[in-house]
């Protein structure tokens, strides 16, 4: 898979991305769709992350199986799923993990509809989040769209793509093992135009050195 991606990120963290590879982090900023790395296809999309104006440029291990969403899904296949294993299933409550018995597995079709059910209309789950505060509550439904991903990865997929175009970055792809993306070289972004017609360019790789001073100033800076 030789195919170019792009990740958005804090000047503060460019330098031990590049240095140390892809880690999993505190949650917070860009987990939206659950625990993992946050790549992009294009650098418009990686633009909206950056902090610092920081492009990483990275490439996927070979293999890489990425489950694109379209933001579609079944009605009657969600119904089924409903019957059998419950609302709390369909709301990603805080007993999904409990909703599928363990001797019970989705099948790819069953698969693909729900987390496009659950994933492209958030809506649906957050009625169920805790009551003790933003912060509380975002962290309650990240834990339990990491659980999605566990069914994810029973058949073998190791990434979420969006391929909805129902937002104007929705090339964005989710990769759950942050060891499979492969960090290439990194970018200071340029901006130009307004907020209607706005384009991005990159500069040339940054040097390691080079990088590694960007990023103390950019900590020192948020201390």
């Not at 950056?50 to 490439?59: A, K």
């Not at 492209?120 to 009625?127: A, D, E, G, N, V």
């Not at 129902?166 to 901006?191: C, G, M, Q, T």
Request: with cysteine.
């Amino acid at each position: 898979m030789n195919k170019e991606y792009f990740h958005g990120t804090w000047a503060g963290h460019a330098y031990t991305i590049m240095s140390r590879g892809f880690e999993l982090g505190h949650w917070g900023h860009g987990n939206v769709r659950g625990r993992g790395v946050y790549i992009a296809q294009n650098v418009a999309s990686a633009a909206l992350w950056t902090f610092g104006d920081i492009i990483i440029r990275c490439r996927l291990l070979p293999g890489t199986r990425i489950l694109w969403m379209d933001g579609r899904f079944d009605q009657r296949v969600i119904n089924s799923l409903r019957r059998e294993f419950g609302q709390e299933l369909l709301d990603l409550g805080p007993h999904f993990h409990k909703a599928i018995p363990h001797n019970k597995q989705l099948t790819r079709q069953e698969l693909f509809h729900l987390t496009s059910y659950i994933l492209m209309h958030p809506r649906r789950f957050r009625s169920s989040w805790a009551v003790k505060g933003k912060k509380a509550r975002y962290r309650d439904a990240w834990l339990r769209l990491s659980r999605l991903h566990e069914q994810l990865k029973r058949h073998n997929y190791d990434a979420l793509g969006d391929r909805s175009f129902a937002y104007w970055d929705s090339d964005e792809v989710l990769i759950f093992d942050p060891a499979r993306v492969i960090p290439v070289s990194a970018h200071k972004l340029f901006r130009s135009g307004d907020d209607w017609n706005e384009t991005f360019s990159l500069s040339e790789p940054i040097d390691l050195e080079e990088l590694r001073v960007i990023s103390e100033k950019a900590q020192e800076e948020e201390e």
